[in-house]
């Protein structure tokens, strides 16, 4: 028994032993003194030593655990362990161990004194635990709650808390700073802090919708969200933009509210630069005395200015839903029928090659009456000079085109009156032409007479005033046969040709007359003329007019007696000069009125007609002086415009 | 046949119309001479005899119509105007400034011979007024101052006694003086001497009748 109890008994002591050496914590003892009475053997395979390593050394100072504990611990941990040497305290400390490979893990140390029966401690008994992996989990969660508090407060925006009631909690630092107040300096007598708060940072025009706003929030459990004007620090006030929202706990009660709040001062007063912009240019475009619509790429309208909504009398938007698109609507109800397919067609083509759009057509106005308008439209175009929107502008020019109408009608009317004066003019002339040589007939026959019927009779002077009586009549008749072809020619068509060939014909029917008066004639045709419209037989009538003026008009003067005709074109007209070196023209004002005369016989129709030949061609004719003497006739024929163009 | 005793001119730049003009003038016994524009008739010698001056309204260098404003200053023969194409407002003009007659172009005979006869009468007629009125000028020269002045008084109709009153004289002298006037005037009677002082625009300054009014 006594042995089975001992080997019992030491059986239980073994067994204590080996419990303490397997638990999961490392088990120690020291006498009173601190000297080490036990030592698990973990705890010496851990660290590597021997338990004689662990006491104090010679030195009394220095204790022999000082080589595994952290140089950093050390001075603390044993400033403890003598404190408790000496008082008896508890002992509890935390420090680093070295292992036995020199890593350092955390670990807490406890003792606890034991004492006999006169309370006198007979040594101590403590325990090492390893709680390395939860100090790196603190310090884990110190790190990240500092990031935490760091980013509150760097973040450049404010951020808040409220209590479920709306009682400011917490304000970041950056708040803090705008404002020049924390949360603690909301705290005013006789005020709630949120209203303390309103008090001081809300700008008085948005405070009641702030806490109105709020209010109802924090009832409702409703998101927050609101812009308003925030006093800053230097008393200044911006403008925020503020959300907040409620944190709930598991059973869906209000735990807090957080905010957040930022500065959109720069983008409130951008906006409200832009917004005046935009309304200064709409302002504009609606009171611009023009009417001014912009179009989608594909022709739609899709604004209409205040001016053209009233000149059409009806909105853009009541054209919807009739099936047609806006373009092809408008066009149909407000273009005029005769101008329809025109502007339909330049639409078309504008909107298919983007070129820009011009077109003046009739448009009806809201009272039914057409109106003359000039559209314009321009392609508006992105970066990349895709169409992106069609500007047009369209001007009400009635009164204009109805007054360029009566212009026109009135110059008609003066173009008539001028044909009418010409025709006067030329009924006259051929009057004058007949009269004169039909006067000398009749007083060549009453001579006659008289001769025939003198007693005794004079034959011969009978026979003179025979013979000019035929002269004279020939001259009559030879006027007259003139004036029935230059009639029978004008109401022929006009050939187009270049001038050369009839100014050849006409140089070469004067040929022989101006070798007769010895007079040399130059002719200067230049090459490749532009064609000119023209009835041939009267413009060579006006040449050989002119050439035999100038013949004449030096039949008695200058031993330089050269007749200089010239063609050439002059812009869009083909000009032709005949220039002689005669005495010049003395009334250069008169020479083309009829019945004008410096010459002992008029020739043909005269210069009054040769200008109505040249302007019933839609030409001039004039006259200038020559160089160094002489005079120059000009006149101008219209290039003939291509009828294509 | 034609005679010396009157001459007709021709201006018109129609040289045709000059020798039918002048060959029917002619053929009537008339003198004529032609020219081609104004300035060859202004600058031309002209004989001093009863004429006649048939003017073309249109002329080369001036116009007819400005031919006769300008030589209505001094003595001219009567004007026949002729013209192409007459027009109302030209003929008015001419013949308010004088002219005869105003023809448009083609004339008759005997429009014209009676235009230039009535043209060449009233010539002879202006001739001799101004003959006359030369001769009186002469004979109004060889007055003396004084009688230059009882003149006027005497044809107003004066008493002797009042037109020497008038000059300060007595009227023997005035009576004197009245009887040399009409001896140098060669007036036959009061009257006479009455018309020849109007024929010389002597002013009548001293009327009976004055006072009457």
Redo the contacts between chains.
């Keep these: 028994m006594m042995t089975a109890s001992r080997a019992l008994a030491e059986t239980e002591a073994e067994r204590a032993l080996r419990i303490i050496g397997s638990m999961p914590a490392f088990a120690w003892a020291t006498d009173a003194a601190g000297r080490f009475t036990y030592v698990s053997p973990n705890t010496l395979a851990y660290l590597g030593t021997v338990q004689q390593d662990l006491d104090p050394l010679r030195d009394e100072d220095e204790f022999g655990w000082r080589r595994v504990v952290h140089p950093d611990d050390y001075d603390h941990v044993a400033a403890r362990w003598r404190h408790c040497l000496q008082s008896g305290d508890h002992y509890d400390t935390e420090h680093r161990l070295r292992r036995a490979d020199g890593a350092y893990r955390w670990f807490r140390n406890s003792g606890r004194p034991s004492r006999d029966s006169q309370g006198k401690i007979t040594g101590w008994y403590g325990t090492t635990l390893d709680i390395d992996e939860q100090k790196q989990a603190e310090a884990a969660l110190r790190d990240r709650e500092h990031e935490l508090s760091q980013l509150v407060d760097m973040v450049p925006s404010h951020l808040w808390r409220l209590s479920p009631d709306g009682e400011p909690i917490f304000f970041n630092k950056r708040m803090v700073d705008f404002l020049g107040m924390d949360v603690a300096d909301t705290a005013r007598p006789g005020i709630t802090r949120l209203e303390a708060m309103i008090a001081a940072g809300v700008h008085p025009e948005d405070a009641a919708a702030f806490e109105g706003t709020l209010r109802r929030c924090l009832a409702t459990g409703e998101a927050f969200a609101m812009r308003y004007r925030l006093r800053r620090a230097d008393g200044t006030y911006h403008w925020m933009s503020s959300r907040a929202e409620p944190l709930r706990d598991q059973d869906g009660r209000i735990v807090q509210w957080y905010g957040l709040c930022h500065d959109i001062n720069d983008q409130v007063h951008a906006e409200e630069t832009l917004r005046q912009s935009e309304r200064r240019l709409l302002q504009l475009v609606e009171t611009l005395p023009a009417m001014i619509d912009c179009a989608a790429p594909n022709g739609e309208p899709i604004y209409r200015s205040q001016q053209l909504r009233e000149f059409l009398g009806y909105h853009l938007e009541e054209l919807d839903g009739t099936g047609k698109s806006r373009l092809a609507s408008t066009l149909e109800a407000g273009v005029h029928p005769d101008d329809l397919a025109g502007v339909k067609e330049k639409y078309a083509h504008s909107l298919s090659t983007g070129e820009p759009y011009a077109r003046r057509h009739r448009l009806r106005r809201f009272d039914g009456e057409y109106r003359w308008v000039e559209t314009r439209a321009a392609a508006m175009r992105n970066a990349e000079g895709a169409i992106v929107q069609w500007n047009v502008i369209c001007l009400d020019i009635d009164g204009e085109v109805r007054a360029q109408e009566k212009l026109r009608l009135a110059q008609e009317s003066l173009a008539r009156a001028s044909q009418a004066a010409s025709l006067a003019e030329l009924s ?1 002339s051929i ?2 032409e007949v ?10 026959s ?6 025939l019927c ?1 007693e005794p009779s004079n034959v011969a ?1 009978a026979k ?2 025979v013979e ?1 009586i035929i ?2 009549a020939n ?1 009559a008749a030879e006027v007259v046969s003139r004036i029935r072809a230059l009639f029978r020619q004008s109401v022929e068509p006009r050939t187009s040709a270049t001038l050369g060939s009839v100014v050849t014909e006409a140089g070469n029917l004067m040929a022989e007359e101006a070798a007769r008066q010895r007079v040399r004639m130059e002719v200067d045709v230049e090459r490749n003329l532009p064609l000119v419209a023209f009835d041939r037989i009267q413009v060579q009538q006006v040449l050989v007019n002119l050439i035999r003026n100038g013949i004449d008009a030096m039949n008695s003067a200058a031993d330089d007696r050269t007749l200089g005709i010239r063609v050439c074109r002059t812009g869009d007209v083909v000009q032709t000069e005949i220039s002689d070196c005669g005495r010049g023209v003395e009334f250069p004002d008169k020479i083309f009125e009829p ?8 020739m043909g129709m005269g210069l009054a007609i040769c200008r109505s030949i040249v302007e019933s061609h839609g030409g001039r004719l004039w006259v200038e002086k020559n160089e160094p003497q002489g005079a120059r006739f000009i006149f101008t024929l219209p290039i003939e415009v291509k009828a294509a163009q | 046949m034609t005679t010396d005793d009157h001459i007709v001119f021709i201006v018109d730049d129609d040289l045709r119309i000059r020798e039918a003009l002048s060959e029917l003038l002619e053929a009537h016994g008339l003198r004529a001479v032609a020219y081609g524009s104004a300035g060859e008739y202004v600058r031309a010698e002209k004989p001093d005899i009863p004429a006649t001056l048939i003017l073309d309204v249109e002329l080369p260098d001036i116009n007819g119509l400005e031919l006769q404003r300008q030589i209505a200053e001094g003595d001219h023969p009567a004007i026949v105007f002729i013209t192409g194409h007459g027009d109302i407002p030209s003929s008015v003009r001419a013949i308010k400034h004088g002219a005869v007659d105003f023809l448009t172009k083609p004339f008759s005979d005997d429009d014209l011979m009676s235009a230039v006869q009535a043209g060449l009468a009233q010539d002879r007629q202006l001739r001799l007024e101004r003959t006359e009125i030369a001769a009186l000028r002469a004979r109004y020269k060889l007055l003396t101052p004084r009688e230059r002045e009882v003149l006027p008084l005497v044809v107003s109709g004066l008493l002797n006694k009042q037109a020497a009153a008038e000059l300060g004289i007595s009227e023997v002298t005035l009576e004197m003086h009245r009887r040399n006037v009409m001896q140098k005037m060669a007036a036959v009677s009061l009257a006479d001497l009455v018309r020849m002082a109007e024929k010389l625009q002597i002013p009548v300054a001293h009327s009976r009748r004055v006072g009457e009014e």
């Design positions: 006259a009057a004058h009269n004169q040589p039909l006067a000398a007939i009749v007083a060549n009453h001579a006659c007479h008289r001769w003198a002077r003179i005033t000019r002269r004279d001259s019945f004008f005369t410096t010459k002992e016989h008029g």
